[in-house]
């Protein structure tokens, strides 16, 4: 599985993005599908993930009520929507594929990254 990121950019504390993972090569739908974060300093940290084939999402209490995932199967295509941004959503963001689980748990695939810097 291919996974291509996009989306980043610069926006203003309380604003949105939309962030897109295009995928090849498989069915998104097959599986458990995610997005992490990297801030700069600190580690990957899990953001939000759907569930394979059900599409219940779940979320990291530091965005819960905030982004939204979701995929649209037809255009092999994952999403994050990213509302009210605070200067701490600023970090390098992932999408990834977890093939062995029906939960995002170890993404054995990985999309590129896109940056997203949060200004006050």
């Known amino acids: 599985v291919q996974l291509q990121a996009s989306g980043g950019g610069l926006v203003q504390a309380g604003g949105s993005l939309r962030l897109s993972c295009a995928a090849s090569?498989?069915?998104?739908?097959?599986?458990?599908m995610g997005w992490f974060r990297q801030a700069p300093g600190k580690d990957r940290e899990f953001v939000a993930g759907?569930?394979?084939?059900?599409?219940?999402?779940y979320y990291a209490d530091s965005v819960k009520g905030r982004f939204t995932i979701s995929r649209d199967n037809a255009k092999n295509t994952v999403y994050l929507q990213m509302n009210s941004l605070k200067l701490e959503d600023t970090a390098v963001y992932y999408c990834?594929?977890?093939?062995?689980?029906?939960?995002?748990?170890?993404?054995?695939?990985w999309g590129q990254g896109t940056l997203v810097t949060v200004s006050s």
């Open positions: 759907i569930i394979r084939s059900i599409d219940t999402t």
């Open positions: 090569g498989r069915a998104i739908s097959t599986y458990a």
């Open positions: 990834a594929v977890d093939s062995r689980s029906i939960v995002v748990r170890t993404p054995d695939y």
